[in-house]
């Protein structure tokens, strides 16, 4: 069945590390990617999203690439903030429901 | 201004009761969600109307019961509440449900039922 494996964490960096965060997902045909974000205590927020292979998806710093070739879409920044601390998520968009991955937690230290 | 509210953020309740939570979005999408997280953080789809038409129920025990009265309202009805209800209920919106488009969640509801 349609499935996504994340990168396990919790992912501890320093401040202005450089952080990936893994995702590939299992689905049939080729969905709309997407990753949000939880921060402590808040909602699901929209962090970017790529609809077609080769897409880069990007947002406050994050970026994401569409890999059709190997149904991943792994998520980078260059330089990590104490306040990107945060749950992420990825999840494809499959027959109108997103598959969420299990979550990544990233502590990041001053 | 908020775009998908949910009412209320925060509920504590016994076991047994039933609770409603409520759900508008003023994006003037035609389709909207619920989705669970349990404790381990783990999202999934509860049900998905589009024009206040049910079109996803995944599997869930029929005590759960939305309702759409219009197409930017979807409220869940939850009866005879169980420990196991306790959870984090997302509320969502998109336009359509096709590829490509963008689902925006609400802040949640934390239900904790003791």
């Known amino acids: 069945g349609d499935s996504v494996t994340q990168m396990e964490g919790p992912v501890t960096l320093s401040e202005e590390a450089f952080l990936t965060i893994n995702c590939t997902y299992t689905a049939t045909g080729y969905p709309s990617l997407f990753w949000y974000v939880q921060y402590p205590g808040e909602g699901l927020q929209l962090l970017l999203k790529a609809t077609k292979a080769d897409d880069k998806g990007s947002n406050k710093g994050f970026e994401a690439t569409y890999r059709k070739e190997t149904t991943s879409f792994h998520l980078e920044k260059g330089s990590v903030q104490v306040s990107d601390s945060a749950v992420y998520f990825c999840a494809p968009l499959i027959l109108g429901k997103l598959i969420f991955g299990q979550g990544t937690e990233l502590s990041v230290k001053p | 201004d908020t775009a998908v509210s949910q009412t209320p953020k925060y509920l504590v309740t016994q076991m047994g009761n039933d609770k409603s939570i409520k759900c508008e979005q003023n994006?003037?999408?035609?389709?909207m969600y619920w989705y669970k997280q349990d404790s381990k953080k783990f999202l999934k789809i509860m049900f998905s109307y589009n024009n206040k038409e049910l079109i996803i129920n995944e599997t869930v025990p029929n005590r759960f019961s939305p309702k759409s009265p219009d197409k930017a309202h979807l409220n869940l009805h939850i009866n005879s509440l169980e420990l196991g209800d306790s959870a984090v209920y997302f509320c969502?919106?998109?336009?359509?449900?096709?590829?490509?488009?963008?689902?925006?969640f609400g802040e949640g509801s934390w239900l904790t039922v003791v």
């Open positions: 969502a919106s998109s336009q359509g449900s096709g590829p490509g488009n963008t689902i925006y």
């Open positions: 994006l003037g999408h035609d389709t």
